[in-house]
């Protein structure tokens, strides 16, 4: 029989992977290490844990798979270089969610316009099909960086309050709450999509590249809708928890 090496003795009081991985992600989390910065070594940490190397290989590896951390050969384990996560049952507007984790946020409208509803935006917002909307094209940035383009359409109830709003407001849910309307998220959709000829050029990716795309509401407390809006990230930027009963799952293209 193979002996256990002192590497795979398991302590006593060792911590499992899953309490292992649970931690590092609160450290990471709190930016104990910063974005692109090393982590200690496999050994390091089986020794501050109090467990083997192996289990904390598994919650390293756990963590990678979701975009925490990243393995480089021959160098260890880094955290990842901009990664944000928020939970999809628990999906925050862009500015809080940013503001939680103690990012700079900022915005900036680079177009206005006012053309036609469409079906789905004549029902949910309950007005006439064609008629006029307002809608935008926002650029959002995370420490002055572009992370994400939000197109957004507007009801008409709405649309006076959001259309004095300055161009580089950071939070239009902010300045909507400041003249006492206060929006909340709705319903919303996440799925993968490639880059428009648009998205190439505000956010520097390559066309047809791959985006996180969430497609959502926003509206009163009382369920009244404000909004429509279509949220395109970069991938390595932001990336969402899915447990259970947050979601369902909807199959796009059915085999045939």
């Given at each position: ?9 398991v ?8 309490a ?10 709190r ?8 982590l ?19 919650a ?41 984790h ?10 206005r316009?006012?053309?036609?509803a ?16 307002l809608?935008?094209?926002?650029v959002r ?8 383009v939000?197109r ?6 709405v ?21 006492g309307v206060r929006?909340a ?38 369920g ?8 395109r990230y970069?991938p ?10 947050d979601?369902?799952?909807t ?6």
């Open positions: 029989m193979r002996q256990n090496s002192a590497a795979d003795a302590p006593a009081t060792a911590q499992g992977a899953g292992v991985a649970a931690d590092l992600e609160g450290r990471i989390g930016a104990e290490w910063p974005a692109g910065g090393r200690p070594g496999e050994q390091a940490l089986a020794r501050e844990y109090g467990t083997t190397r192996a289990r904390v290989r598994t390293l590896a756990a963590l990678a798979r979701r975009g925490l951390v990243v393995s480089r050969p021959n160098s260890g384990w880094y955290v990842q270089a901009g990664f944000r996560a928020q939970t999809v049952g628990e999906l925050r507007p862009f500015s809080g969610w940013a503001a939680g103690g990012l700079d946020f900022g915005g900036q409208v680079v177009r316009e006012r053309s036609g469409n079906a789905l935006e004549a029902r949910l917002l309950g007005i006439g099909l064609g008629d006029r909307v809608r935008f094209v926002r940035t995370l420490n002055g960086r572009p992370v994400m939000e957004s359409a507007w009801a008409p109830w649309e006076p309050m959001v259309d004095r709003l300055p161009d580089d407001v950071p939070s239009v849910f902010d300045g909507l709450a400041e003249a929006i998220l709705g319903g919303h959709r996440i799925e993968a999509v490639a880059a428009s000829s648009e998205d190439v050029r505000l956010l520097g990716v390559r066309r047809s590249g791959p985006l996180l795309q969430v497609t959502r509401t926003g509206e009163t407390a009382a009244r809708l404000a909004e429509l809006a279509v949220d970069l390595e930027v932001v990336a969402f928890d899915v447990r259970p009963g979601v369902n799952r199959l796009l293209d059915p085999p045939h």
